[in-house]
């Protein structure tokens, strides 16, 4: 097992497991599949549950070295992983999406926060936004997603509830001058 030095560390990389939402996984199946895919044990130094449970990985707990991960190719030595439960659903297992709970999103929130203070310059980007990457994980901007969080007060969620509802009036509205309009051209049809 390699360790490099904390200083190295110029990224905190947000992945998914990209498993289906539907399904329960954990830390030690991420590892078994790992270990099927060759590396030594599970890639990532975090995974955190749909319940917000946060299991370790790859080894952060000792002072001021962190053991080399295999998460993300090029900048494993300089990078801590942080990997979410899900990503993929059962009917499009192939599309990377969004699909964090608020669980989640508290804990992965938590935790960068928590590893910002032992990395002072490490940036929070995605998996996707790594150089030389090509891959959807972890199914959104994740830059954007801690800018945002950033900005807001620490417990805040990047897409407010509140901000959903005009946008579904408007939706609505809009079926129900689609549906007037095919009802006037059904009408005129038939006289
Ligand atoms: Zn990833």
Request: charged letters at 25%; a positive charge; aromatic letters at 8%.
């Amino acid at each position: 097992m390699t360790y490099q030095p904390d200083s190295n560390v110029r990224w905190i990389v947000q992945h998914y497991s990209a498993t289906p939402i539907e399904r329960d996984f954990t830390a030690a199946d991420i590892d078994a599949m790992h270990r099927q895919r060759g590396f030594r044990k599970i890639g990532y130094h975090y995974f955190i549950r749909k319940n917000g449970e946060v299991e370790t990985g790859r080894d952060l707990s000792q002072p001021g070295r962190f053991e080399t991960g295999a998460h993300s190719q090029g900048e494993n030595g300089a990078s801590v992983g942080i990997c979410l439960e899900g990503g993929a659903t059962r009917a499009a297992p192939y599309v990377g999406v969004d699909n964090r709970t608020p669980a989640q999103i508290k804990a992965q929130v938590a935790l960068i926060r928590e590893l910002l203070v032992r990395f002072p310059n490490a940036k929070v980007e995605g998996h996707r936004d790594m150089p030389g990457s090509a891959t959807q994980c972890p199914g959104y901007d994740a830059a954007a997603w801690w800018a945002s969080v950033a900005r807001n007060a620490p417990t805040a969620r990047p897409a407010p509830v509140v901000a959903q509802k005009p946008d579904q009036s408007e939706r609505q509205s809009w079926l129900v001058r689609i549906l007037e309009l095919l009802t006037s051209l059904i009408k005129g049809k038939r006289t």
